[in-house]
């Protein structure tokens, strides 16, 4: 039944607006796109505008086209495997402050090859629609089409690098999309590691449109959206595969109790998958992206369940001794801290 479902979101994007009350939903499912701006909308549509940058690749699907923007790690290229990290959402405030969009960026290049060259892996960032150089509107960020669009980047990406096997890391709205993407039926996914997800997504927008005096049904919002916790008996056994749920209990945004039912629903399906208690960085306790690259990579390179849970440990205390982790972030990603340099410097996540 789940995989029908999923199939006909691959199949036809008609379903999304075949029910016109739902296709409202949809929209007031989160902030209005009008209030982000629509970036790169000829590039979407060239794919030799979009490729005339090397570090920009063009996607088409059956839900549309875009030029998604990526960056590699240097070192390992004739490894075959590598970590695909997706970024968390961002405000339309922030998507303005292009300054700080662009230190954030490049911090997260930094750390991304930081641990490349610590563990011996290939990293790929991929950007997700509308932000960091990639094509379209963030406002319609989580929703089908982002996923089919982000699912057949990876695949690009694969052939155009020469990938065979992949692990994914996300952090926040990435962790969503990445936790969905195993439902799609990926055969090719060694690890998952999912930081700050929403996994209960539509039981979190019901109670967000609840406030706002609209009161959909369970069935309306799952034709608009992906939920990875209903899709989880999608997702196809792999007995290599590992998957890490990482959560802070404080997190503000999305319910680290949400985040352990979908770890033990995965495992009751067959899968090897945990959760692992982090302290997030940041005022919201929400910024998980610190632990999901290096987790990702060990978890690639063969590290132990147990010595990435004690890493995880190491660097968890080490953040939460730093004033400097907790203080309050001006963009989606975290930046490099004193605790990271230390727990890299004593060779957590290292096998």
């Known amino acids: 039944m789940k995989r029908s479902r999923v199939s006909s979101f691959l199949v036809t994007s008609a379903i999304v607006v ?86 954030n960026l490049a911090s997260a290049r930094d750390l991304l090859q930081r641990w490349a060259d610590r563990l011996g892996v290939r990293y790929v960032m991929i950007s997700r629609v509308g932000l960091n150089g990639s094509s379209g509107n963030h406002g319609e960020r989580r929703k089908p089409r982002e996923t089919m669009i982000i699912n057949a980047a990876i695949d690009r990406r694969k052939e155009r690098i020469g990938l065979d096997r992949v692990a994914l890391a996300g952090q926040s709205g990435g962790t969503t999309i990445a936790a969905t993407l195993l439902s799609l039926g990926r055969s090719d996914v060694d690890c998952a590691v999912l930081g700050s997800g929403a996994f209960e997504l ?52 999305t319910p680290f109790a949400q985040q352990k039912r979908y770890a033990e629903r995965v495992s ?14 940041g005022d919201l306790d929400h910024a998980a992206t610190v ?31 730093s004033a400097e982790a907790k203080a309050p972030r001006s963009g989606a990603v975290a930046l490099i801290t004193s605790a990271v340099r230390a727990a890299d410097e004593a060779g957590a996540f290292v096998k």
């Open 18 to 103: 075949a029910v016109s009350g739902a296709a409202n939903m949809a929209r007031a499912e989160a902030p209005p796109p009008s209030r982000f701006p629509s970036v790169l909308s000829a590039e979407a549509q060239s794919k030799e505008l979009c490729e005339s940058d090397p570090q920009r690749i063009h996607v088409a699907t059956k839900w549309g086209t875009e030029c998604i923007a990526w960056f590699a790690t240097k070192g390992h290229e004739r490894d075959r495997r590598a970590v695909v990290f997706l970024d968390g959402d961002i405000s339309p405030e922030r998507i303005a402050d292009q300054d700080t969009m662009q230190k």
């Open 268 to 281: 009751s399906l067959g899968h090897h998958a945990k959760a692992i208690a982090i302290d997030a960085e």
């Open 202 to 253: 539509v039981e979190l927008r019901a109670k967000d449109l609840a406030k706002a005096g609209v009161k959909p049904t369970k069935e309306q919002l799952l034709t608009v959206m992906l939920d990875p916790m209903d899709l989880a008996d999608a997702i196809p056994v792999d007995a290599k595969r590992r998957i890490f749920v990482l959560g802070d209990e404080a997190d503000v945004r």
């Open 291 to 321: 632990y999901t690259i290096p987790t990702a990579g060990g978890c690639l390179k063969g590290v132990s369940d147990a010595q990435l849970a004690k890493a995880n440990k190491t660097l968890s205390d080490k953040i939460s001794a």
